[in-house]
């Protein structure tokens, strides 16, 4: 029992720690133009870390252009891909992730995430990228609220566009980075 509980006080320690770096990347953000440390990032490269997070990874369909890359500044770009993934995983009814990067459009490098959520939980589109909004049926779970805000602020300092939309209750978001 005391094990469990020394554990239970660990994963919340972890999750504030977790919270206080979101709360202090937003500040970071708000400062720093990102368009001034853009990087080359291949995007396999991008995803292998990401991915090694998630040990079932047979939950992913992972499709990636050969040669795709992205052109930004490698902080945000890790924040606004383990950010998405994340609620992918978190929010996902059936536990399946689609996930697609390439190069549909000349100097366009576009990121999408999907993934099937109860008709119930879809969120609000209105208040999606507002920061510190959940929706009512996700309370009860761990988090604050910012990390779509914080996708977006950083995609826009990046010149990117963030777009969401949901199909048959299949939420989509789609990430558009200039390079």
């Known amino acids: 029992e005391s094990i469990e509980r020394v554990q239970h006080i660990d994963a919340s320690v972890n999750r504030m720690d977790a919270m206080i770096e979101h709360v202090a990347f937003s500040n970071k953000i708000e400062r720093h133009d990102a368009r001034d440390s853009a990087e080359k990032i291949s995007a396999q490269e991008l995803m ?6 998630y040990h079932d990874a047979d939950r992913f369909e992972l499709r990636i252009q050969e040669g795709a ?3 930004a500044d490698p902080h945000f770009l890790a924040l606004i891909v383990e950010n998405l993934v994340s609620n ?4 996902s009814t059936d536990g399946k992730i689609k996930i697609s990067i390439g190069h549909e459009t000349p100097g366009i490098t576009s990121f999408s995430i999907s993934n099937r959520v109860a008709n119930e939980s879809l969120p609000d589109e209105n208040r999606l990228f507002e920061r510190y909004y959940r929706h009512p049926n996700f309370q009860n779970h761990p988090g604050m609220g910012i990390g779509l805000s914080l996708v977006h602020s950083a995609a826009e300092k990046m010149g ?6 949901n199909t048959d209750q299949e939420v989509v978001f789609e990430v558009r980075i200039p390079h």
Do not use: C, G
């Open 48 to 53: 292998n870390v990401v991915m090694q997070e």
């Open 69 to 71: 890359f992205f052109l």
């Open 88 to 91: 992918a995983v978190k929010y």
């Open 160 to 165: 990117a566009t963030v777009s969401y939309s």
